[in-house]
């Protein structure tokens, strides 16, 4: 798995340094998938053991930490490529997320998102938002405005906004 992603965060990070691409999707694993991710401890796949594991699901918890440190790789991929007055991240405006809150009991209450990148000067780094009775299309609104597309709202029905998160926006 680690060798996939750093394959994969090189493989993104150069295209968006070439200019072969501005917009990008990675999916470290899809939801209900099989992957076991046995550096975290784990004998079955992430999936079931949200499911079966008693609460407070160490072996969960390991699991989202190797993911987490797997983004860190990409990350640290995309600083590590100068880009005008800084590097890759600095002018990039990333929307990072699982599918779930809670594996075991499929909430979406108090949703994970993290958003990285400077967004060229239009995103706050360094900042820790939570929101937990807020909208998480937020989010992809601030990201949005965090890669300079002005759009005056993001979502549908119920999930549609029209405020990103302020404080991550310069």
Do not use: W
């Amino acid at each position: 798995i680690a060798e996939k992603n750093a394959a994969m965060s090189e493989l993104a990070a150069y295209a968006l340094a070439c200019d072969l691409t501005r917009v990008f999707s990675i999916m470290f694993s899809t939801a209900g998938s099989s992957v076991v991710i046995r550096q975290a401890g784990a004998e079955n796949s992430l999936h079931q053991i949200c499911h079966d594991e008693a609460v407070p699901q160490p072996t969960v918890h390991a699991a989202v930490m190797y993911m987490m440190g797997q983004l860190a790789v990409f990350l640290d991929t995309l600083k590590s490529i100068p880009e005008g007055n800084g590097t890759l991240l600095d002018h990039c405006s990333i929307l990072c997320t699982s599918e779930l809150a809670e594996g075991n009991v499929h909430s979406n209450d108090d949703f994970p998102v993290l958003i990285a990148g400077g967004g060229g000067g239009r995103l706050i780094g360094g900042q820790h938002v939570r929101m937990p009775s807020a909208n998480a299309s937020k989010a992809g609104l601030t990201m949005l405005r965090g890669a300079g597309i002005a759009s005056p709202s993001f979502g549908h029905g119920d999930g549609r906004v029209t405020e990103p998160v302020n404080e991550l926006l310069r």
